[in-house]
């Protein structure tokens, strides 16, 4: 099956395992300039947050496979130490709380939050800040922007 040219988005952006071993690789490099420690629960929540390259809840962090045996203190450790050094990316979504999504260059997603069910999707479009972005950064000179954004109403199946 040559179907390697399909680069389909759908509900959940996943990377294939030879290439999140890479970015692992290089996150775990980076991180161990910053003075980080190479632990099994780090290179396990990093595995987690690229299987399923989504925003996270940190409870679905500490029960995804891997992780669930493992100490939520430890978890939420490592995910607020990883946003700190800038490798996270914390979005708000709603009431349900903060989501935590690991940064990819490249791999830029907005969402769609359901109120009534919590479901996220991702924006199957090209970001429409983009362009806002490389503006802000000619225009005012700001470097290295990022943002998040995420549209919240009722998904097909709840309005249904």
């Known amino acids: 099956m040559a179907d390697e040219h399909h680069h389909h988005h759908n509900h ?49 962090l500490g029960e995804s496979p ?18 700190d050094l800038g490798f996270v990316r914390q979005i708000s979504l709603g009431e349900k709380g903060n989501h935590f ?4 260059a490249d791999h830029h997603h ?8 919590g479901e996220i999707t991702e924006v199957p479009f ?5 362009e806002l972005e490389s503006r802000l950064s000619k225009e005012l000179g700001w470097k290295s922007l990022s943002h998040s954004l995420a549209f919240q109403g009722v998904c097909p199946e709840c309005a249904g």
């Not at 891997?66 to 946003?83: E, F, H, I, N, P």
């Not at 907005?110 to 069910?117: G, T």
């Not at 090209?126 to 983009?130: I, K």
């Open 12 to 60: 959940d952006c996943s990377i294939p395992s030879d290439e999140s071993d890479k970015i692992i690789e290089r996150i775990v490099e980076q991180l161990r300039e910053t003075g980080m420690r190479k632990t099994e629960a780090l290179e396990e929540l990093l595995r987690a947050m690229l299987d399923h390259h989504r925003p996270f809840l940190l409870s679905e």
């Open 66 to 83: 891997g992780l669930s045996g493992r100490d939520q203190a430890t978890v939420y450790r490592l995910v607020m130490k990883l946003k």
């Open 101 to 104: 999504q690991l940064i990819l």
């Open 110 to 117: 907005d969402y769609l939050l359901c109120r009534e069910c």
């Open 126 to 130: 090209a970001c429409v800040l983009s």
